[in-house]
């Protein structure tokens, strides 16, 4: 079965910079694209960043993380990672990994980003 464990989250000041981290399992990770979606408090979930199979050469922000996010892959490890550089409070979210096929959504459990001074 497939599995996506996220860590890294934490607390961290604006300005401020955090690596979210996911790891895969139960699946050939190289063929599935990846995405970090984010979800605030009483928001809907939205996606922040995507990233293409194989080696990852497209990638894809919303508009409110683009220039500060970068997403990236390593197939060797089964990782998918999101580099959060000059964070803000507006970031405060629980951020999942995300995969899918033809037939299923995956989800991780999600980790807790709270910028906050």
């Known amino acids: 079965q497939v599995q996506l464990v996220e860590s890294g989250g934490g607390l961290v000041q604006p300005g401020g910079s955090l690596r979210l981290s996911c790891a895969a399992s139960?699946?050939?990770?190289?063929?599935?694209?990846m995405g970090w979606y984010r979800q605030a408090p009483g928001q809907q979930r939205e996606l922040v960043a995507s990233?293409?199979?194989?080696?990852?050469?497209?990638?894809n922000y919303a508009d409110s993380v683009k220039g500060r996010f970068t997403v990236s892959r390593d197939n060797a490890k089964n990782m998918v990672y999101l580099q959060m550089n000059s964070l803000k409070p507006e970031d405060t979210a629980v951020y999942y990994c995300?995969?899918?096929?033809?037939?299923?959504?995956?989800w991780g459990q999600g980790t807790q980003v709270t910028v906050s001074s």
């Open positions: 139960g699946m050939t990770f190289r063929v599935y694209a």
């Open positions: 990233i293409s199979a194989g080696s990852g050469g497209n990638t």
């Open positions: 995300h995969t899918q096929n033809s037939h299923t959504v995956y």
